[in-house]
């Protein structure tokens, strides 16, 4: 069975930064692309990013909200996916779930929750 | 960017019945490069449908995507009482950004 499974959210300031892991099991972690997608608290989903397989060349793709402050890294030997998040604004409080495929999402995780605020 | 947006905001039938989601796009979606979500309350969102028409594994065959270009239509044959729902569309037609419509909500009436 595929799971990903996100860790890592919590409670930070404005300003500060956090990064979220989300673990993968049950798939070939090194031939698939992997994305973010976020939900702020009762609206509507958005794409934050996506990192392509190291045999697509592995890089990345960022909405323009987060470019320049959003990180998307991979570690294919321990089936990770990670997003660090720097300079965090409120209005990038949201659940994030991370999704396979890059720019179709077939599979999800249960999401991790995010708050900024002082 | 390709901005969709969904009607009605909120379709309110019983069981049995038929609905019809609607989702426009702003511009011609490449390759009608369109998927539809599921999400309930407090779960994950849930892949129903891609490539306009195409159901994902495990999508029962009540639910049916059709559509080209900028009109594309989520219908689902005879609702069952697991089917009510929010439901998103989403472009993901060339190169990024990859964008969601605003959600229709299926509700009992």
């Known amino acids: 069975e595929v799971q990903l499974v996100e860790s890592g959210g919590g409670l930070v300031k404005p300003g500060g930064s956090l990064r979220l892991s989300c673990a993968a099991s049950?798939?070939?972690?090194?031939?698939?692309?992997l994305s973010w997608v976020r939900q702020a608290p009762g609206k509507g989903l958005e794409w934050v990013g996506r990192?392509?397989?190291?045999?697509?060349?592995?890089?990345?793709d960022y909405a323009t909200p987060v470019k320049g402050r959003f990180t998307i890294s991979r570690d294919d030997s321990k089936n990770t996916l990670f997003l660090q998040m720097n300079s965090l604004k409120s209005e990038d409080t949201a659940v994030y779930y991370c999704a396979t495929g890059g720019s179709a999402f077939d599979i999800w995780g249960q999401g991790t929750m995010v708050t900024v605020s002082s | 960017e390709i901005v969709l947006t969904q009607s009605p905001g909120t379709l309110s039938l019983s069981p049995g019945e038929r609905a019809t989601l609607s989702c426009r796009a702003s511009q011609s979606v490449s390759d009608n490069y369109l998927a539809w979500y599921q999400q309930k309350p407090g779960q994950a969102p849930r892949f129903f449908i891609y490539?306009?028409?195409n159901r994902a594994t495990g999508i029962p065959d009540r639910f049916s995507g059709s559509g080209s270009g900028t009109d594309f239509t989520l219908t689902i044959s005879r609702l069952e009482p697991e089917d009510f729902a929010v439901y998103y569309c989403?472009?993901?037609?060339?190169?990024?950004?990859?964008?969601f419509g605003q959600g229709t909500k299926l509700e009992i009436k």
């Open positions: 049950g798939i070939s972690f090194n031939d698939v692309w």
């Open positions: 990192v392509k397989s190291r045999a697509d060349g592995g890089t990345t």
């Open positions: 989403q472009q993901y037609g060339g190169s990024p950004p990859y964008t």
């Open positions: 490539g306009a028409s």
